[in-house]
Nanobody, 129 residues
Framework: QVQLVESGGRLVQAGDSLRLACAAS????????MGWFRQAPGKEREFLAA?????????YYASSVKGRFTISRDNAKNTVYLQMNSLKFEDTAAYYC?????????????????????WGQGTQVTVSS
């Protein structure tokens, strides 16, 4: 069983930066593929970014956030981060981290929600215009 706890969400102004964190349990955190998603009211949960952690770090981003958002991980702290810059009103959403225990999928398929085995409860980010 893997538990994920997100933190860092809050009310910010457009143009601000914010860093979210997701703390994970589990002794083999470095082998998990970790992802960030978000969900706005009335919309589908949307993939943002994913990162491998075993045998070298590889990153995947949604085109909508590439260049503004950066995913990173600290395996010593069992934590994955999402740095968000130049926030926009449309970034307002609940942000979720997720863990995939299967590292064998083709990289781009980690944009699919079903690739993940565990999810956090989410942290709310609200961007005022």
């Amino acid at each position: 069983q893997v538990q994920l706890v997100e933190s860092g969400g809050r009310l910010v102004q457009a143009g601000d930066s914010l860093r979210l964190a997701c703390a994970a349990s589990g002794r083999t955190f470095s082998s998990y593929v970790m992802g960030w998603f978000r969900q706005a009211p009335g919309k589908e949960r949307e993939f943002l970014a994913a990162v491998r952690g075993s045998g070298g770090t590889t990153y995947y981003y949604a085109s909508s956030v590439k260049g503004r958002f950066t995913i990173s991980r600290d395996n010593a702290k069992n934590t994955v981060y999402l740095q968000m810059n130049s926030l926009k009103f449309e970034d307002t959403a609940a942000y979720y981290c997720a863990a995939s225990l299967n590292p064998s999928y083709v990289g781009t398929s980690y944009s699919i929600k079903d690739r993940y085995d565990y999810w956090g409860q989410g942290t709310q980010v609200t961007v005022s215009s």
